[in-house]
């Protein structure tokens, strides 16, 4: 179930294999960082697959301060729920930075719509000092992108903040307890919603505009960084 396994230490992905890694920075390659999928080796492999790309893909563990792990407010059409970064002033995480070439970053961008303009997400430029990241043996970096959701995120249910993402299946059952338009759209169970949700693209979008209406939405906190002119904030290679 999403978000998949993630890796226990840093490697360099090839094909199905994760290698020993002999350097934390690649300067010839774009700093993003993974909060969901794409610190699954697996998912990462069949977004670049799917691009008919084979190339080596460095992934990083870092330690990231000013970022949390929130809850996408949309339903994707993969049958699931999704993470995004949520703004989180003084909160330390362990999470994974890919270091992808030009080839790769068109990839992942179209894997999560960013590349299209009603897409979920907007790949958007987190510098320092509001987002500091330092990867495992290597000095902390200026930025690095993340994947804003244009739709928001889930807040906690209190005092209407940003919710930290708690796992799929605890974060499904969850929501259908909270909401009995959402058991009628996708049924009692993460189970069925999954099943339910996957490859249904107008009951996804109905889902989506569900957690809207029923006020629970809020911003990620990121919303500063989202740039009209582009995905990117003109920083791309």
């Excluded at 934390?24 to 794409?38: I, K």
């Excluded at 759209?185 to 009951?203: H, K, S, V």
């Excluded at 996804?204 to 989202?226: D, H, K, N, P, W």
């Amino acid at each position: 179930m999403y978000p998949g396994v993630w890796p226990r230490e840093s490697g360099l992905l090839v094909g199905d294999r994760l290698l020993p890694l002999d350097r934390p920075v690649h300067d010839d390659r774009v700093p993003v960082l993974a909060v969901g999928s794409n610190a699954c080796p697996a998912q990462l492999r069949l977004k670049l697959d799917a691009a008919g790309l084979a190339t080596p893909v460095p992934m990083v563990r870092c330690r990231v301060r000013g970022v949390e792990v929130g809850v996408s407010a949309h339903v994707s059409r993969a049958g699931y729920v999704a993470a995004a970064p949520v703004r989180a002033p003084g909160v330390v995480r362990e999470l994974f930075l890919l270091w992808l070439d030009a080839g790769q970053l068109a990839a992942v961008d179209a894997g999560e719509g960013a590349d299209l303009p009603r897409g979920n997400y907007r790949r958007v430029w987190l510098p320092a000092p509001d987002v500091e990241v330092e990867p495992e043996g290597g000095a902390a970096l200026p930025g690095v992108f993340g994947y804003v959701d244009r739709h928001g995120v889930v807040h906690d249910g209190t005092r209407g903040s940003p919710r930290r993402h708690p796992g799929q299946r605890a974060l499904l059952t969850e929501l259908l307890l909270r909401s009995a338009r959402l058991r009628a759209l996708f049924g009692d169970t993460p189970e069925e919603f999954c099943a339910r949700a996957r490859a249904d693209a107008a009951l996804c979008a109905r889902g989506t505009r569900v957690l809207a209406e029923e006020g629970l939405v809020t911003g990620s906190g990121l919303e500063r960084y989202l740039r009209v002119e582009g995905a990117d904030g003109g920083r791309s290679p």
